[in-house]
Nanobody
């Protein structure tokens, strides 16, 4: 059974930092692209960052303020977020994705709430 379980969210003051974790099981973690997305109330889900076996990319919302990393031995992907702003308040989701000749494999976690407020 495929599982992605996020943790590390919470309430943080503006300018603060959080480290999110996503523990995966039930699939070959190392062969997947791992991403973090976020969704604020009333807004569409948006990409934050992606890490593959050979590359890392960041989307505009948090570029320069976050770092994505993965530990294939622990089947875990991380998102270190710094200089947090109130507009970073959202539910943050972990995503694992890969495709082969036959299908696309796309898995989501349940999300972890991040609230940035004084």
């Amino acid at each position: 059974q495929v599982q992605l379980v996020e943790s590390g969210g919470g309430l943080v003051q503006p300018g603060g930092s959080l480290r999110l974790s996503c523990a995966a099981s039930g699939f070959t973690f190392s062969s997947y692209a791992l991403s973090w997305y976020r969704q604020a109330p009333g807004k569409e889900r948006e990409l934050v960052a992606t890490i593959t076996s050979g590359s890392i990319s960041y989307a505009d919302p948090m570029k320069g303020r976050c770092t994505i990393s993965r530990d294939n031995a622990k089947n875990t992907v991380y998102l270190q977020m710094n200089s947090l702003r109130p507009e970073d308040t959202a539910v943050y989701y972990c995503n694992a994705r890969k495709s082969d000749y036959w299908r696309v494999y796309n898995y989501w976690g349940q999300g972890t709430q991040v609230t940035v407020s004084s």
